[in-house]
């Protein structure tokens, strides 16, 4: 019997040890052949988040997986309500077991036998933050459950309880999108984190464990119950105070859904543009924009758009620019991102004619090669030999007018004296170097392309380009490159231009009187404060701009269709004009504008804007002058009598003539020209025998308009037998259809005859 007994004893003492063995073998050792998984060790990636110069929110992306996350926080900044409350929902003994909660796991088997289903677990924050860790997702299998134990016993010897802890708050799902505590408190309460009461805790600590079926959103009344219950879990604990239990259970749930923003889309969607196509987003990317003045450009977008519905402009984009950085400030690229009109399209960098636009660099280069604001220049017909064929250049109105001073040529917009002016400066080559050396990288074509049309906008540019291109006027001459990013150490900028040719054409543009012919006394382009201001309208009003500037900020405005439809007689003043002038007033009241200090050097004279010349004590009584500023060394000559008539009348050349007789000569008796002593010899002008036209549908009336000139004395009849001549305002104009044509002129004085052939294409 004792021998028995020895035996059996020895028996279970060495299972005992067996099973001891396999026990330690299985909680110490085994654990460790088990790797981790990769996405635990590796460093959890945040949704990259937009924030305005301010902080203010602007989006927050998703992630990878399709979730908003943010920077991950160790325990230490997490409010130790909000932990406590997840342990009291998820794992008491969290500090206790390692890893794997036998307790737990010997309970849920009881209670899971009496019930014969499952109804609790034993998962430990360590299992789970190995199941969440592990992508892709495993099938729920007994093989699946031993490896995630295995995994959290790993784990539990690797990192310290607080690491776990903390690594599970910031990867735990929360339910709508958001992942981590941080998240989910910005979601969830648009607050940090920090910030959180014991019950707004709680109630967090609620959610990840059904974050599918417990949406706080959807059905806040299905969480609170747990939410209550973990609260009482922390009361027991003593993690609260029974009046702090109390409070907590008493606070209503106030939620305000935040989902990170959705503001300023088109200025996000271009900064994510430009981003390394192959680097990976930073998680938190502060902009220029400022948000307050962002959602005001918005809305006066908005606002000015709704009363031109009936004139078809369904669209239009504004940025403006703080001229000091080059900082995109505001930037609205249409009416509304969501509206069915193409509403994602961003119009501050879709390319759009810019019409007039340009033209302020047409004059600038005009005055640095030595013409002057008092420049006479004649705003009569002109053609131009181009590779292409003629080009005959029309005003917008379809006006000539004659003797104009640079000022008034650039004020009034009128094309033919922009062209003029280019053909005199470089021509196209000398301004397409121009633009381009100031940022507008549409410009892709030679300048043969575009010809000598480049400077009344045939050229497609990008609002946000040309805005900057003026934001250089406004520094004076100084390029600094755009950004949607700050620069802590911005660059000093490039001199591009002369100082003070900078400030005769920003003294231009901010002149109400030099517009007068074209825009009237009292147009929306003048502010009750000194602005430059240019527009711009593309053919067939398809585009309308209005781009300005004072020395603080550079504002820019298109309006049109994004499907290139034309709109209704808008112009840039009554289109893009508005919205330009309500921008501007804004910044005017809100951040204060200024106007430029005068340069040293610029020369003041009093001259005639019939002929540019200067008046001085010498010269003779004028009907009309107007004080005038000059580069250094560029005054004009003097006035003396030569220069006018015994009534004061100012002569101009003989190239005026038909002009004077004309209903566009504003100028009406003051003007007159010297008389010859001999009958001139008839000879046609206009047009030059053998030229070709080719009819194009953009231009007014379909380029059908073919002025007739001719000098010579007396009246001169014209005829064709193939085209209908017509006398509009004493203009002779021949209806253009295609074909062969010769025109005949005829001098009432001399019976004289002089022929020209043209040849007309169709379009």
Not at 306 to 311: I, P, Q
Not at 630 to 644: E, H, M, Q, R, S
Request: with cysteine; hydrophobic share 40%; charged share 20%.
């Amino acid at each position: 019997m004792g021998l028995f007994f020895n035996r059996r004893f020895r028996w279970w003492w060495r299972s005992l040890l067996i099973t001891a063995g396999f026990a330690a073998f299985g909680w110490w050792v085994l654990p460790w052949l088990v790797p981790l998984p990769a996405d635990l060790v590796a460093t959890s990636v945040p949704s990259t988040r937009f924030l305005a110069r301010d902080g203010t929110a602007l989006r927050h992306l998703l992630a990878d997986d399709g979730t908003r996350r943010r920077d991950a926080v160790s325990l230490e900044k997490m409010p130790r309500p909000l932990w406590q409350a997840v342990l009291a929902a998820e794992d008491r003994r969290f500090y206790d077991h390692g890893g794997v909660d036998l307790w737990a796991v010997a309970r849920a088997f009881r209670d899971n036998a009496q019930s014969g289903r499952v109804v609790s677990g034993a998962s430990t924050l360590h299992q789970q933050l190995i199941k969440i860790s592990t992508i892709p997702r495993q099938p729920r299998t007994l093989a699946t459950k031993i490896w995630e134990v295995l995994q959290a016993r790993h784990l539990s010897m690797m990192w310290s309880h607080d690491e776990v802890l903390a690594a599970w708050l910031n990867r735990a799902p929360f339910g709508n999108l958001l992942t981590g505590c941080t998240a989910a408190a910005a979601g969830y309460f648009n607050k940090p984190i920090t910030d959180l009461t014991p019950a707004e805790c709680a109630l967090l600590a609620a959610l990840p464990q059904a974050p599918g079926r417990m949406n706080a959103f959807r059905d806040l009344d299905a969480v609170l119950p747990r939410q209550r219950r973990i609260l009482q879990s922390m009361q027991e604990l003593g993690w609260l105070t029974p009046d702090e239990a109390r409070i907590a259970r008493d606070q209503p749930i106030v939620l305000q859904r935040f989902n990170g923003g959705f503001a300023a889309p088109h200025a996000v969607d271009l900064v994510r543009s430009q981003q390394e196509k192959d680097q990976p987003l930073p998680s938190i990317i502060t902009t220029t924009i400022d948000a307050a003045l962002q959602s005001q450009v918005e809305e006066i977008v908005r606002n000015r758009l709704a009363g031109l519905k009936d004139r078809h402009v369904s669209q239009a984009a504004a940025v403006v620019l703080d001229n000091a950085t080059g900082e995109v400030l505001a930037l609205a690229g249409s009416r509304d991102f969501f509206s069915a009109e193409g509403g994602q399209i961003n119009g501050a960098w879709a390319p759009h004619s810019p019409g007039s636009a340009v033209k302020p660099f047409t004059y600038l280069l005009a005055l640095q090669r030595g013409m002057t604001p008092a420049s006479i220049i004649p705003d009569l017909p002109i053609e131009f030999q181009t590779t292409t064929g003629i080009y005959r250049p029309e005003n917008y109105d379809h006006h000539l007018y004659g003797p104009v001073t640079l000022r008034m040529a650039l004020g009034n917009s009128l094309n033919i004296s922009a062209v003029r002016v280019l053909d005199q400066s470089g021509g196209p080559q000398r301004l397409l170097e121009t633009l381009r050396g100031l940022g507008l990288t549409t410009l892709t074509e030679d300048a043969d392309h575009y010809g000598l049309g480049l400077t009344i906008g045939n050229a497609p540019v990008r609002l946000l380009e040309l805005a900057n291109a003026f934001a250089c006027l406004a520094r004076l001459g100084i390029y600094k490159p755009w950004t949607l990013i700050p620069d802590p150490q911005p660059a000093p900028g490039q001199r591009l231009f002369d100082e003070a040719a900078c400030y005769l054409i920003a003294d231009i543009l901010h002149d109400n009187q030099a517009r007068l012919l074209t825009f009237g006394q009292h147009s929306v382009l003048r502010l009750p404060f000194p602005v430059a201001v240019k527009t711009g309208t593309s053919s067939s009003y398809r585009d309308n701009w209005t781009v300005g500037f004072t020395p603080e900020f550079t504002v820019g405005v298109w309006a049109g269709n994004f499907d290139n439809s034309p709109m209704q007689d808008v112009s840039g003043v009554t289109g893009a004009g508005p919205i330009f002038r309500d921008v501007m007033q804004h910044l005017h009241d809100r951040l204060g504008t200024q106007w430029f200090p005068e340069p040293a050097g610029i020369a003041h004279a009093r001259i005639d804007p019939r002929n540019g010349k200067r008046l001085t004590a010498q010269s003779p009584p004028a009907r009309l002058s107007r004080d005038e500023l000059f580069l250094p060394g560029k005054l004009p000559n003097p006035a003396t009598n030569a220069d006018y008539d015994p009534q004061g009348r100012a002569f101009l050349a003989q190239e005026y003539g038909s002009w004077m007789r004309s209903r566009d000569n504003w100028l009406g008796d003051l003007v007159t020209t010297r008389t010859r002593d001999a009958t001139p010899r008839m000879q046609i002008t206009h047009p030059i025998s053998g030229t070709v036209i080719r009819l194009d549908p953009d231009l007014p009336g379909g380029g059908r308009r073919l002025l007739l000139e001719a000098r010579g004395a007396g009246d001169i009849s014209w005829a064709c037998d193939t085209l209908e001549i017509k006398i509009d305002a004493s203009q002779p104009i021949a209806q253009l259809v295609p074909g062969r044509h010769v025109i005949t002129a005829r001098s009432a004085a001399t019976g004289e005859t002089q022929r020209t052939t043209v040849i007309v294409h169709a379009e």
